[in-house]
């Protein structure tokens, strides 16, 4: 597995998709995961990763555990964390987490950890998670400690893999001693329309500008906040038409200077995505683009489309807030979600710009 970026890191809830990729990964980690995690034996198979994830959305229901898989924007199966053992008339719960085998050695527990534990104070309302490590897990008691949770002593691990009890460290965690935090968690969240937006957009546009130079033909504000009275994520989606590719991809590293970050063709073929984020709050999405690319055409007779036809606009918005609800914590399945409606206002929009 290639070096991950840290950054990118977030956690969703478990979909069903996820089965073979928690099976795989399970699998090339059994070794690691056996002394401490029970179903981590030799035995293991992809009905009991079927079993497991279907079992997640109903815990979730009931408000019994709140599992996730830490992954990437670029969807790789890194793990899985999990919030268990609430008592919620003491506001505390266990936190359990694992990595796989190709994964490890690279931080991804102290950042799927920090994630978890925002979800924990911030949207269950704890004030405090147990994290209980046996005494040979080392790697475990790692993360614990840059989380900032402190050591409470020796306690019997009741959770072990092996037949009997072991002795087993505690450490807990609060939001006073959650240290290090270097991501948000990813969630959707729309705000009503902010005309601030626009001058956000302009902003923007001054630095891109300065940056790509000649080879920058046209710059556009698209998306929802380009939309006045929508409804909308508050991330400025920007649409900039180049001559050249190849010259965005040697610009990556002044890019990165002022805070954008390259993620490549990222899903979209012959697109040059990039971020910008400030403290972990995203900012920006940056879809560049070479001349008479298709999805130029597409992404500017959507945008004007929807400002020019209320009804269609007015149910595009109501259709973001029930996805929204429904797909609060995994912003990908939130945005495939409403594929099938930007595919129709995408057809509607053709026919109705070249008449």
């Not at 072991?166 to 609060?174: D, E, I, N, S, V």
Request: proline letters at 4%.
């Amino acid at each position: 597995m290639k070096p991950i970026n840290l950054n990118q890191i977030t956690i969703r809830p478990y979909r069903e998709t996820d089965i073979t990729f928690l099976y795989e990964a399970a699998r090339e980690s059994i070794e690691q995961v056996s002394p401490y995690l029970t179903w981590g034996h030799p035995n293991y198979l992809k009905k009991d990763a079927k079993a497991w994830v279907l079992s997640r959305r109903q815990a979730w229901v009931e408000k019994k555990e709140y599992s996730f898989v830490i992954t990437t924007p670029e969807e790789l199966f890194l793990g899985g964390i999990d919030i268990q053992g609430i008592d919620w008339q003491n506001c505390n719960a266990n936190l359990g987490y694992w990595v796989r085998k190709s994964a490890l050695g690279q931080g991804v527990g102290v950042v799927a950890a920090q994630l978890a534990a925002q979800f924990s104070f911030d949207e269950l309302g704890l004030n405090r998670l147990e994290i209980v490590t046996e005494m040979t897990n080392r790697a475990s008691q790692r993360v614990a400690e840059k989380l900032g949770a402190k050591n409470k002593g020796l306690v019997v691990n009741s959770l072990s893999s092996q037949a009997r009890e072991k002795q087993a460290l505690l450490y807990w965690l609060t939001p006073e001693n959650l240290n290090n935090l270097t991501v948000k968690l990813r969630k959707v969240e729309l705000v009503s329309y902010d005309p601030i937006w626009q001058l956000q957009f302009q902003q923007e546009v001054k630095c891109i500008q300065a940056i790509f130079a000649e080879v920058l033909l046209e710059i556009h504000h698209i998306g929802s906040t380009a939309i006045p009275n929508m409804m909308a994520k508050p991330i400025i989606d920007i649409l900039a038409i180049v001559s050249d590719l190849p010259q965005i991809d040697a610009l990556n590293p002044v890019m990165a200077e002022f805070g954008y970050i390259a993620h490549g063709e990222l899903t979209i073929p012959n697109r040059r995505f990039f971020t910008k984020d400030s403290r972990g709050k995203r900012l920006v999405h940056l879809h560049t683009f070479a001349q008479y690319n298709a999805e130029i055409e597409r992404h500017l007779n959507f945008r004007d489309y929807l400002m020019t036809h209320s009804q269609e606009a007015e149910a595009y918005q109501q259709l973001k807030l029930a996805l929204a609800s429904q797909f609060c914590y995994d912003p990908n399945l939130y945005a495939c979600a409403k594929n099938w409606f930007i595919r129709a206002i995408d057809r509607k929009a053709s026919i109705w710009k070249r008449k």
